[in-house]
Every structure is written in structure tokens, then in C-alpha cells.
């Protein structure tokens, strides 16, 4: 399968950094998103991102333009199923990405690889409302992703070998790496990061330690880059709490009961950088920590 063509539906933080690092590799790039603005914010992030690659000598200024010209926007949804390879990138929802796959089946081509960029949910689930299951994978890429080097593959259990290996290729063009997950809740990264997120907020929320104590403690003590309640605010407080939730109704198991504090930060709309606040304060510089 010679894939060309990309269709990326969700221009979010997640989606636009799937969208700049395809059009690096050389990938055709179709963005789309409901709303509008959000494809023109994508559009402005990507560029100061590549801005900030040129700036650290990681990229020539002569790549820019190349880069930005592969990317194009698009509001109609037969445009991008007629796309080598579609990711959907939208928020952690399976009501809304169930209603995506429903709009895009009567436009997708005859070999169209259809993937989901999932943190947690089913990808069996997901590829069983699909007309071809045997087609569809996870294909979950790391935040934020023009730095982070891994790619988890998941295969659902229709998931075909060609379609397989067609996104290890895929990984490769992009110069990451990949690893290949089964199809558990949460699958690798996940399983293992949000439980230690969720326990640090349980640790805070049972007053073992405070947001700094508790960040920098897994800081210097672990060598972790950035402490897990600035991580957790860093990916979404309520993406953390979607997935806890997603382990906690798909183990059965108590160890992984989304800590009471998590959800009620998100309740708050306490969502984390994105909206401002979550464990840290970031309408002041430096944040200031919330509890």
C-alpha cells in the first residue's frame, strides 16, 4: 500500500501536530476540523512551530514553505475519504468519533486505511462501527508530537497484516518509532502513565504532599522532565480523568477509581494549561500552584 495522501479530521493539539510532522516527512496533507477557526489556529501553530524548529537549527528556513504547502484545509468530507491514509484526532469521545466514521463510510476509497488516534478507547469497538474493520487501527501518536519520537500501533481483532504494516512504514517515513500494543484499555503508554497521574492526585488529595513537593519529588528523585501534576495539566485534566475512567469501567478494578480530586477539577473546568488552570495557576508567571 503506497500511502501519499493524509486526511487528518480534528486540527486540536493533537491534530495539528500530526498534520506538521506528515507534511515533514513529504505526506500530502488534507486538515479538517468543524469549526473553521480551529483549522486557522492549527494552521498559525504549525508555523510557529516550525519557526521554532528553524530557530534551534533542527530545520532550514527553506523547509518552511515546502512544509506549509503540503497542508491544506478541507470542509468536505468526500474530499478527505478519497485520502491513502485518514487519522481521526478528536476529542476523546466514542459517541463523536462513532459519528465521524458513520459521515465519513459513504466517501471512503476502496483502499483507505482508516485510523484512530485514541488514547484509551477500544479500537475493536471503534473498527466494528466501520465497514471495514479489517482496515481500520489505532494509530496514537504522543503529545506534543513533533517531538515525542514513539507511535503505539494497535490492532483491532479484524485489524488485516497488510494494513499492519503498511503503518509501520508509514511510522518509519516519519522518522519515529513504533510499538506494537494489543488491544487492552489504554493499551502501553497509557495504562502505565495515567495510574501514576492519578495516584499523585490521590497523594495530593489525601495531603501527603503538596503540588510542588509532590512534582519535584518525582522530578529529582525519579529524573521524570516535569513532575506528574504539571504533566497532567500539560496533556488535560479531563483527558486524564476520560481515560481513568475508560480503565477503571474496562478493568473492573479499583486501583484504577479516577481520584474524587481529579474529577473535581474538571467539574471546576479546572482543565489544566488549556483553560488556564488545573493544578497550577497559569495566568501567572511563573504558575503559581492551585492547592
Not at 10 to 24: E, S
Not at 26 to 33: I, K
Not at 245 to 261: F, I, M, Q
Request: glycine share 8%; proline share 5%; net charge negative.
Amino acid at each position: 500500500m503506497a500511502i501519499q495522501t493524509v486526511g487528518i479530521i480534528g486540527a486540536g493539539q493533537m491534530g495539528n501536530g500530526i498534520a506538521h510532522v506528515f507534511a515533514a516527512a513529504g505526506f500530502d496533507v488534507l486538515l479538517h476540523d468543524i469549526s473553521p477557526e480551529a483549522v486557522t489556529k492549527a494552521l498559525a501553530k504549525i508555523a510557529s512551530n516550525i519557526d521554532r524548529q528553524i530557530k534551534k537549527g533542527k530545520l532550514a528556513e527553506t523547509n518552511k514553505i515546502d512544509i506549509l504547502s503540503r497542508i491544506k484545509s478541507s470542509d468536505a468530507l468526500d474530499v478527505i475519504g478519497k485520502c491513502d491514509l485518514i487519522i481521526e484526532a478528536a476529542t476523546e469521545v466514542e459517541k463523536i468519533k462513532h459519528q465521524i466514521f458513520s459521515d465519513l463510510a459513504p466517501h471512503l476509497g476502496e483502499d483507505t486505511i482508516l485510523t484512530s488516534n485514541t488514547s484509551s478507547i477500544s479500537i475493536t469497538r471503534l473498527a466494528a462501527a466501520t465497514a471495514k474493520p479489517e482496515k481500520f487501527m489505532g494509530l496514537h501518536f504522543m503529545n506534543p508530537v513533533p517531538v515525542m519520537q514513539l507511535v503505539e500501533l494497535i490492532r483491532g481483532i479484524a485489524t488485516d497484516e497488510p494494513t499492519f504494516r503498511a503503518l509501520e512504514e508509514v511510522v518509519i517515513r516519519l522518522g519515529k518509532t513504533s510499538t506494537s500494543s494489543e488491544d487492552f484499555p489504554a493499551f502501553i503508554v497509557n495504562r502505565i502513565l495515567m495510574p501514576m497521574i492519578n495516584e499523585a492526585v490521590y497523594t495530593l488529595y489525601e495531603g501527603v504532599g503538596t503540588v510542588q513537593s509532590i512534582d519535584t519529588s518525582l522530578k529529582l528523585g525519579a529524573n521524570h522532565p516535569m513532575g506528574p501534576l504539571e504533566l497532567a495539566d500539560f496533556i488535560g485534566l479531563d483527558t486524564c480523568l476520560a481515560i481513568m475512567n475508560v480503565l477503571h469501567e474496562g478493568l473492573a478494578d479499583t486501583k484504577y477509581r479516577p481520584c474524587p480530586l481529579l474529577v473535581k477539577y474538571v467539574e471546576a473546568g479546572w482543565l489544566g494549561r488549556k483553560s488556564q488552570r488545573g493544578f497550577y495557576d497559569y495566568r501567572n508567571s511563573p504558575p503559581v500552584p492551585t492547592r
